[in-house]
């Protein structure tokens, strides 16, 4: 699987499925799979048993995973849904590859 360029934190805008065009943060992903799971995106009803934590059971709601093609990073100075870059650079003292924005050439 081809390396990601979205993150854990990232604002990430939904580009295709019933939730297109929704921003929000991404709060896993998944590297292996080529997925994430983004806020409030692709909610899921699962049927939870009654546990020693949850007495009730019943529908709990949560997110999904959804394709990492599925999400366009949105860049922090522009505000667009953008496609990334990658260049060598110095972060923190240390030499690292920074993301940049396609569209106004900021790194991020």
């Keep these: 699987m081809p390396k990601m360029s979205v993150k854990k934190e990232d604002l990430v805008e939904v580009i295709s499925g019933k939730d ?4 929000a943060k991404v709060l896993r992903a998944f590297p292996s799979e080529g997925k ?7 909610v899921v009803k699962k049927a939870q048993r009654p546990t020693a934590v ?3 059971g019943g529908f ?3 997110e ?3 394709q ?5 990073l ?3 100075s522009c505000n667009k849904a953008t ?3 990658h260049k060598q650079g110095e972060l923190n003292g240390k030499k690292t590859s920074l993301r940049i924005c396609k569209k106004c050439g900021a790194e991020f």
């Design 20 to 23: 297109k065009g929704k921003q």
């Design 36 to 42: 994430v799971i983004v806020e409030g995106v692709a």
């Design 54 to 56: 949850n007495q009730q």
């Design 60 to 62: 709990v709601e949560k």
């Design 64 to 66: 999904a995973k959804i």
């Design 68 to 72: 990492v093609s599925n999400v366009m």
């Design 74 to 76: 949105v860049c922090p």
């Design 83 to 85: 496609r990334v870059g």
